[in-house]
């Protein structure tokens, strides 16, 4: 197994490497560089993103946090009991989550926020060392393409499990994927996802975590 965290200067996607070295000379005082993986030291679920926001977790250094995504996702955390303390959007505030783990599918920030299919696929090493070593019972995907980088990651067929927003798919190994559309500011801001649709998704995998084990 590799290692879960690839190193601050990771040199392996040449375009994420310049437009990492773009931003660190326009803003020094930024995170700028690949974001860890943030949560529970042993988590039941694991959150799979997109890749970091360049003002969001580029910034901060902590996934989703610093954008609207992150307001949405750990809002609705709290109310279901996977997170505890409060949220405000910088790193050391005395927000905790519980049984949940957040990764994104691309470590570094890219441009326009589009990594390319070939930046998903050398990333990739970093989201299978980590499933391997924390070993989650249900993952909620944020997404189609992290809902694509995921299923790939697991060795599973893309055409046996379609996206689209709330389906829950039994893996066939007693693991779950929860699927939603983004938590992103344009998906809210055009309908595209609403804050119940959201919650509805987010209390389904609440639910699955703490089916045989209460949260706490």
Aim: some cysteine; charged content about 20%.
């Amino acid at each position: 197994m590799g290692p879960i965290e690839p190193p601050r200067d990771c040199p392996l996607c040449p375009r994420l490497v310049a437009f990492r070295a773009e931003n660190r000379a326009k803003f020094p005082d930024w995170f700028n560089a690949p974001v860890p993986n943030w949560g529970d030291a042993q988590p039941r679920l694991l959150i799979v993103g997109l890749a970091p926001g360049l003002r969001g977790a580029n910034r901060t250094g902590r996934p989703f946090t610093g954008d609207y995504a992150g307001d949405l996702l750990y809002a609705t955390l709290l109310k279901f009991g996977l997170a505890t303390g409060s949220y405000e959007q910088r790193p050391d505030d005395s927000l905790l989550l519980h049984h949940v783990l957040i990764a994104n599918a691309v470590r570094c920030v890219p441009p326009q926020n589009k990594p390319t299919p070939a930046e998903s696929n050398t990333c990739r090493r970093f989201l299978t060392a980590a499933i391997a070593a924390k070993r989650p019972e249900s993952f909620l995907v944020l997404g189609r393409i992290a809902h694509d980088s995921l299923l790939t990651t697991l060795g599973l067929r893309k055409a046996l499990f379609p996206f689209g927003h709330g389906r829950e798919h039994d893996l066939g190994d007693g693991r779950v994927l929860f699927d939603s559309y983004h938590c992103s500011r344009y998906n809210t801001n055009t309908g595209v996802l609403t804050t119940a649709m959201f919650e509805a998704v987010i209390g389904r995998a609440a639910a699955r975590v703490s089916r045989d084990r209460p949260l706490s």
